[in-house]
């Protein structure tokens, strides 16, 4: 692989007073054990708008995702320091309850992962948990959800049938309305489309194209013409930092930085 | 919610963290019981067990190495009659021999279910096996008794109660515990072995043979251990067939006992506190560290395999 | 000999071993069930048993066993459940747990006679509950705790860490995503060991002998309040099961047709115990293809 100065960075600074922020990293660092993934990135999140984390394998744009609602917490020997801001608040502080946390940054995985539940439990049980037990705004969460992510049509019959059933696509599509169903302000994607066919893939950048009006949203994702064609602003991770960060439109057309251009022309290991 | 609300919940501690906090808290709980009762198990049996040689005063190598069990009397210098080796002997004497003679039989089945017929073990065998563990030993040693006592009585003459009868049951109750670990290990040799071996020319018994079985042998070793530590503390089946007699066995058809045995019948008669009492102890002891040497044999086993 | 003749031999004793093996099963089921099952009527298994004459039931034992088994289940299934859920989700990766896990495995390891003798020196003289059914029940509870408990680890242990995952993402705590996503989805596994468990102490005798004691009083079947003497629910009283009943009648022999009630009443268990297993298998699979809508377990 071709090395490239870590210390030549482009990080555009969106938290400029000209817009509205909805979640913003301060230097985080995230070490499992004694090796350190991530090497402090400072990132903003503008609000409503689609953020693509883009980068080889290892490049840390996973980690660094999980660590913002602060999933690496359950995996043993991890740490994150650095400052997560959401709300004035600093999520990855213990002042910030973790659970209450999740319930506004929530989450979908690269592997569809739908409870072996109903699909209409999969999206109320968490709403129930958390203490909705109205039938009728559960009814209804379940189906505007459901046609926010695009499977209304599709299983409106099926509600209380397995989601364990259903298609790769149509999976993770329930796990989007899942995650919605909590109305949450931020959804962030890890690589959402990364088993999925072309046509399911088509069929979920439609549907978060449509999700923006509402939500604030940040995706990993392998693809470049997926980050090119769904995304405002993209980060481009390079071996646990983030080495430019700016317009999706730039960064594809006119990159500062050398890493970035040999990465989104393909020239790049 | 307006974002004031927002941060004065984020800021609170959540239902889920206090639920979470209770979760733990009770499981941790459940854990700690178990933890609890094998403290305690080792702690109650010790204490009882070691009074025989504290407070009694009895030589260790003579518990060990004493012929005669005769705890209410004393022999000529005044001095205990505990010796327990009678049983230690009939214990491992059923022991290795159920063993010895379940190894082949073991071995046999869990070559036909992995090498020979796989439809044939997954459909056949593996239920039979499945569900001779399931039989209760009370049921085999019943039927130890009403078929197996007499067949020795008949074959060997004698009594036919006796470490012969003993070794019989405890074969049936150990090969299939002793089977379905040896089909583990057998499973765990990689297949690229077995096709590479084909490949040579070899036949199908000489890859079991020669690449098979010597690349599970750690894996047969630890499956025959851990069905010995089964037999040595199988207790009814056992009591149930060999007589009961607690003299050193001269032969296999001649009544004798095992630690398992003496316990079931000795426990009740005699009182707490007395030296008879605590000399059942001190045999329970016994056949509470005898799992724990086989099971630090089969890590040991486990160990030298993972090596090679 | 050529290497071909060897291997034709080797196939052939295989075959024999495994013919063996199934003949041996085959026996045993036919011998109990042939010489058992003639001798258990209604009668049989609904009165009581006698001391001294022919024509006993097992009426009270096989009620003594079912209530045992009920008691024991009771206490040990939450107690593996909570204890398994511990070492899937919360155990810390060190040498604590590890030293954990030895002590189960090593509980799972110690013959039920020892078990039984600690029971009959903590539960019947040291908490002075004498020969009861309590404290055959607890009994039954430690033999049969470690293997229920190894069992939920491992059934909770098959599901995917994604599941765990996408409730954590939704702002659930680690124990109700397990209470409500895991253990559901590990419920078939579960469920099958605690059967097979079921079965397993319902044979069980060595465990029982000086806990739950040699003997029943006398009861009264019109009166079911726990707290009264005679009371067939008094926990207090003793109890003898099934199991304990063959082992006695065998080795005391005073009945005359000790025999004949052995092996009747070995019929009636392992006809029981084989029902366990099939439930076990059956259950399972339900309980699969409810949870996954997937047709056949594979």
Request: aromatic residues 10%; contains cysteine; proline residues 4%.
């Amino acid at each position: 692989m071709k090395t490239y100065d870590s210390e030549d960075r482009y990080i555009k600074d969106l938290d400029d007073g000209k817009r509205e922020i909805a979640l913003s990293t301060d230097d985080i660092h995230v070490s499992y054990g004694t090796h350190e993934a991530i090497h402090g990135v400072s990132l903003a999140f503008e609000r409503f708008k689609i953020t693509a984390l883009i980068g080889a394998s290892g490049s840390g744009k996973s980690t660094y995702l999980r660590s913002l609602n602060r999933m690496n917490d359950n995996i043993a020997g991890t740490k994150v320091t650095g400052k997560i801001m959401y709300r004035g608040l600093d999520v990855n502080s213990n002042e910030v309850d973790v659970y209450e946390m999740r319930k506004h940054i929530g989450m979908v995985f690269q592997q569809p992962n739908p409870f072996a539940k109903s699909i209409y439990d999969n999206i109320t049980f968490a709403l129930q948990r958390h203490g909705e037990k109205r039938k009728d705004v559960l009814d209804e969460t379940v189906e505007t959800t459901l046609k926010q992510a695009g499977l209304w049509e599709q299983v409106k019959d099926d509600l209380h049938q397995s989601a364990l059933a259903l298609s790769g696509g149509q999976a993770q599509r329930l796990c989007i309305a899942r995650a919605i169903a909590m109305k949450p302000d931020i959804l962030l994607l890890d690589e959402p489309a990364a088993v999925l066919d072309p046509i399911s893939t088509a069929t979920l950048e439609e549907t978060l194209m449509e999700l923006k009006e509402r939500y604030t949203i940040i995706i990993v994702t392998h693809n470049m013409q997926q980050a090119g064609r769904i995304s405002d602003y993209t980060a481009f991770f390079h071996l646990g930092n983030a080495l430019e960060y700016d317009e999706t439109r730039k960064i594809f057309t006119r990159p500062k930085i050398q890493a970035t251009e040999d990465y989104v022309s393909g020239h790049f290991g | 919610m307006n974002n004031d609300e927002i941060r004065a919940n984020l800021l609170k501690r959540s239902r889920a963290s206090r639920n979470e906090r209770f979760g733990k808290l009770i499981s941790g709980a459940c854990i700690t019981i178990i933890i609890a009762v094998v403290v305690s198990i080792f702690y109650f049996v010790a204490s009882k067990g070691l009074a025989t040689f504290f407070e009694d005063k009895v030589n260790l190598w003579k518990f060990l190495t004493g012929t005669i069990w005769n705890p209410s009397a004393k022999d000529a210098q005044g001095n205990p009659q505990v010796g327990a080796l009678p049983m230690i002997v009939g214990s491992f004497s059923v022991t290795f021999l159920a063993a010895i003679i379940a190894t082949p039989f073991a071995i046999g089945a869990a070559v036909f279910m992995t090498e020979i017929s796989p439809r044939l073990g997954k459909k056949v065998l593996q239920p039979v096996i499945e569900l001779l563990v399931g039989i209760p030993s009370v049921v085999y040693g019943f039927i130890g008794l009403s078929v197996v006592v007499p067949f020795v009585r008949h074959t060997f003459g004698g009594s036919g109660f006796g470490i012969l009868s003993g070794t019989f049951v405890l074969f049936v109750m150990i090969l299939p515990t002793v089977t379905s670990m040896t089909v583990d290990a057998l499973k765990s040799v990689p297949r690229a072995y077995r096709e590479a071996s084909l490949a040579l020319g070899a036949t199908r018994w000489q890859t079991i043979y020669k690449v098979v079985l010597r690349a599970s042998t750690s894996g047969i070793i630890t499956a025959v251990v851990f069905g010995m530590s089964r037999a040595f503390g199988e207790a009814l089946a056992v009591q149930m067939v060999i007589g009961n007699a607690m003299l050193l066995p001269q032969n296999l058809i001649s009544p004798a006992s095992t630690l398992t045995s003496v316990l079931t019948m000795g426990m009740g008669n005699s009182v707490m506190g007395s030296l008879s009492n605590n000399a059942l102890w001190s045999l329970a002891l016994l056949l509470l560290i005898m799992p724990l040497i086989f099971n630090i044999l089969i890590r040991w086993i486990g160990k030298k395999g993972a090596m090679r | 000999m050529t290497p071909r003749k060897w291997d034709k031999i080797a196939t052939f004793v295989l075959y024999m071993i495994s013919i063996f093996i199934i003949f041996v099963l085959a026996f045993l089921l036919l011998y109990i069930l042939i010489s058992g099952l003639p001798n258990v009527s209604w009668h049989f298994i609904t009165s009581k048993s006698s001391s001294f004459q022919a024509g006993g039931g097992i009426g009270v034992q096989l009620f003594n066993s079912v209530y045992l088994l009920v008691l024991a289940m009771i206490i040990s299934v939450p107690l593996s459940l909570g204890a398994g859920i511990w070492l899937s989700e919360y155990a810390p990766k060190n040498w604590i747990t590890s030293l954990i896990r030895n002590a189960i495995e090593i509980l799972s390891s110690l013959p039920s006679v020892v078990v039984g003798l600690f029971g009959f020196l903590v539960f019947s003289i040291n908490m002075k509950f004498g020969f009861s059914i309590l404290s055959g029940a607890l009994a039954l509870t430690v033999f049969n705790l470690p293997l229920l408990t190894r069992k939920v680890e491992d059934s909770l242990q098959a599901i995917h860490y994604t599941q765990r995952e996408a409730g954590y993402a939704l702002g659930l705590s680690r124990w109700e995503t397990v209470i409500h996503v895991v253990v559901p989805a590990a419920l078939p596994g579960i469920i099958t060991g605690m059967i097979l468990g079921m079965g397993r102490i319902f044979g069980e005798a060595a465990a029982l002998i000086y806990t739950a004691g040699q003997s029943s009083p006398s009861l009264d079947f019109s009166n079911w309040n726990p707290l009264y003497i005679a009371s067939p629910l008094n926990p207090m009283r003793s109890a003898e099961t099934l199991a304990v009943h063959i082992w006695k009648i065998n080795s005391e022999g005073i009945i005359p047709d000790a025999t004949q009630v052995s092996a009747a009443s070995s019929a009636v268990l392992v006809l029981f115990v084989l029902l366990l297993n099939f439930l076990a298998r059956y259950v399972g699979n339900r309980l699969y293809a409810r949870l996954t809508g997937v047709k056949e377990r594979n």
